[in-house]
């Protein structure tokens, strides 16, 4: 029997799957999910509903076979579970898959993610201070505090290293991310309990909001976060706001959310440069207690530029294949475990605009036409929209682009298409079933190399 550390492995696959696919299908399919079991060739995934078991397993299966069998060098089958534990844990399971531990004071703190625990490089200092201050001296001048940044650049980390300091100073905090915002106000709605909502989000004394990008376009919910951000602002209440984009390129329905985000301190964290990586890599070494050598970590620093998180997903990846293959971690050895994947890159076929709406198209038995054109007949409206929603999922297309793919439109008419499709999938089952099949399809030609 074999059995290995299967959470070290499958951390080392998701660094690598997140460079194999798009964005946006990461965080929806394959962010919370954890490495359970491997034995006897057997490896088991665990994953929070059916849902992303059922879409995983037709669409992701062989892409994550083929990824943990370049890691482990042995024959895989892969079982996708749905876990148990991610009910009582919320939302609470960290980046990398990694298995929540009861946290000393907030479910909702990913424990490493501190000030001390945060590296400070010249591409991260003036958000890192201005937190540092936040912490120190809520509700005082950087009111509200808006941090913006591409992903993986260490907004979430800051956000909740100040939300470590005022647990440890008795303040009372809460940490939510947009989407879970979103998702609180509609329940409210629904069952009736908006003065509840009210009262959880207005008695604070410091809101954390992450990722504030994913309200941008819902007007309601914009609505909500509007009073929300009143009521605490005007009462001096400290209110942190990260966003994968600056204010001024948010689509707010409302403008006055916009302004409101300008009146404190709007700073920016951009992709640490080289010296900023290897120190990044160090502490991240240390922590893991691993012993990895300056011209290793060199080479790693080298070829993961874009962002801290394929810093990481590189340094794990080339922890786990020298565990794996039981050898000292050599440059040559990190050089061999990274080539997999660089090659990887250029070759893997990718989703593209086209391909998506060819097989919406064909799925509604429409032609590709109608869902570029102006036809606004309710089933061409729906093929149109649910195009638009899967090539924000699958592709790394801006909004701009995915409009003007499906027939010049604005990228405001496409947030508007993924944001229905998004909420149509939750309550109506035929067209979730619709969606995953199109995207099986979608996949089934890429794997066929059809296309
Ligand atoms: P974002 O929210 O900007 O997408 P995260 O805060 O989730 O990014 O960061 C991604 C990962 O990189 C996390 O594991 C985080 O701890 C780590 N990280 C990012 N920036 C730094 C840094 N400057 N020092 C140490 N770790 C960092
Ligand atoms: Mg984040």
Same mark, same amino acid.
């Given at each position: 029997?074999?059995?290995?550390?299967?959470? #070290?492995?499958?951390?080392?696959?998701?660094g690598e799957?997140q460079?194999?696919?798009?964005?946006?299908?990461? *965080?929806?399919?394959?962010?919370?999910?954890?490495?359970?079991?491997?034995?006897?060739?057997?490896?088991?995934?665990?994953?929070?509903?059916?849902?992303?078991?059922?879409?995983?397993?037709?669409?992701?299966?062989?892409?994550?076979?083929?990824?943990?069998?370049?890691?482990?060098?042995?024959?895989?089958?892969?079982? %996708?579970?749905?876990?148990?534990?991610?009910?009582?844990?919320?939302s609470?399971?960290?980046?990398?898959?990694?298995?929540?531990?009861?946290?000393? !004071?907030?479910?909702? %703190?990913?424990?490493?993610?501190?000030?001390?625990?945060?590296?400070?490089?010249?591409?991260?200092?003036?958000?890192?201070?201005?937190?540092?201050?936040?912490?120190?001296?809520?509700?005082?001048?950087?009111?509200?505090?808006?941090?913006?940044?591409?992903?993986?650049?260490?907004?979430?980390?800051? =956000?909740?290293?100040?939300?470590?300091?005022?647990?440890?100073?008795?303040?009372?905090?809460?940490y939510?991310?947009?989407?879970?915002?979103?998702?609180?106000?509609?329940?409210?709605?629904?069952?009736?309990?908006?003065?509840e909502?009210?009262?959880?989000?207005?008695?604070?004394?410091?809101?954390?909001?992450?990722?504030?990008? /994913?309200?941008?376009?819902?007007?309601?919910?914009?609505?909500? %976060? /509007?009073?929300?951000?009143?009521?605490?602002? +005007?009462? +001096?209440?400290?209110?942190?706001?990260?966003?994968?984009?600056?204010?001024?390129t948010?689509?707010?329905?409302?403008?006055?959310?916009?302004?409101? %985000?300008?009146?404190?301190l709007?700073?920016?964290?951009?992709?640490?440069? @080289?010296?900023?990586?290897?120190?990044?890599?160090?502490?991240?070494?240390?922590?893991?207690?691993?012993?990895?050598? =300056?011209?290793?970590?060199?080479?790693?620093?080298?070829?993961?530029?874009?962002?801290?998180?394929?810093?990481?997903?590189? =340094?794990?990846?080339?922890?786990?294949?020298?565990t794996?293959?039981?050898?000292?971690?050599?440059? &040559?050895?990190?050089?061999?475990?990274?080539?997999?994947?660089?090659?990887?890159?250029? &070759?893997?076929?990718?989703?593209?605009?086209?391909?998506?709406?060819?097989?919406?198209? *064909?799925?509604?038995?429409?032609?590709? =036409?109608?869902?570029?054109?102006?036809r606004?007949?309710?089933?061409?409206?729906?093929?149109?929209?649910?195009?638009?929603?899967?090539?924000?999922?699958?592709?790394?297309?801006?909004?701009? !682009?995915?409009?003007?793919?499906?027939?010049?439109?604005?990228?405001?008419?496409?947030?508007?298409?993924?944001?229905?499709? #998004?909420?149509?999938?939750?309550?109506?089952?035929?067209? &979730?079933? &619709?969606?995953?099949?199109?995207?099986?399809?979608?996949?089934?030609? @890429?794997?066929?190399?059809?296309?």
């Open positions: 029997m074999d059995i290995r550390p299967a959470q #070290e492995i499958w951390t080392a696959a998701l799957l460079i194999g696919v798009s964005k946006p299908n990461y *965080r929806t399919w394959l962010e919370k999910t954890i490495g359970l079991s491997y034995q006897d060739n057997e490896f088991i995934v665990g994953v929070p509903n059916p849902f992303i078991a059922e879409y995983l397993d037709k669409n992701q299966r062989s892409l994550i076979e083929k990824t943990l069998i370049g890691l482990t060098q042995r024959d895989i089958n892969v079982i %996708f579970q749905v876990d148990g534990r991610y009910q009582n844990s919320g609470s399971y960290g980046d990398q898959g990694e298995i929540p531990i009861a946290l000393a !004071q907030s479910p909702n %703190f990913n424990s490493r993610y501190t000030f001390a625990s945060f590296v400070v490089g010249s591409c991260s200092s003036l958000a890192h201070a201005a937190a540092l201050e936040v912490a120190r001296n809520p509700g005082g001048s950087h009111n509200p505090l808006f941090i913006y940044g591409g992903v993986g650049l260490g907004k979430t980390h800051l =956000l909740q290293a100040i939300g470590h300091v005022a647990l440890v100073n008795h303040i009372q905090v809460l939510v991310s947009a989407e879970q915002f979103t998702n609180e106000f509609i329940n409210a709605i629904q069952e009736k309990k908006t003065r909502f009210r009262h959880k989000y207005r008695s604070v004394d410091m809101l954390l909001i992450d990722d504030v990008h /994913f309200i941008a376009g819902k007007g309601q919910t914009e609505e909500s %976060f /509007f009073h929300t951000f009143d009521e605490l602002y +005007n009462t +001096n209440r400290q209110i942190v706001i990260t966003s994968d984009f600056p204010p001024k948010l689509p707010f329905i409302q403008d006055r959310l916009r302004s409101r %985000f300008e009146w404190g709007v700073t920016g964290v951009q992709p640490p440069d @080289l010296e900023t990586r290897l120190a990044i890599l160090q502490a991240k070494a240390k922590d893991k207690g691993v012993n990895v050598t =300056l011209d290793v970590l060199e080479l790693i620093a080298q070829r993961a530029q874009r962002n801290v998180r394929e810093l990481e997903g590189y =340094l794990n990846r080339v922890i786990a294949f020298a794996l293959v039981r050898t000292a971690i050599t440059p &040559k050895l990190a050089a061999q475990a990274l080539e997999d994947i660089a090659s990887k890159k250029a &070759k893997s076929p990718s989703i593209t605009p086209s391909l998506i709406i060819e097989t919406v198209a *064909r799925s509604f038995q429409l032609s590709p =036409l109608y869902l570029k054109s102006r606004r007949d309710r089933e061409t409206a729906l093929a149109r929209q649910v195009a638009m929603y899967l090539t924000k999922q699958e592709t790394n297309c801006s909004l701009a !682009q995915i409009g003007i793919e499906l027939g010049n439109r604005d990228h405001s008419t496409v947030i508007h298409a993924c944001k229905k499709i #998004e909420s149509h999938i939750d309550s109506s089952p035929e067209l &979730k079933r &619709k969606i995953l099949d199109i995207q099986q399809r979608i996949y089934s030609e @890429l794997n066929t190399g059809n296309y």
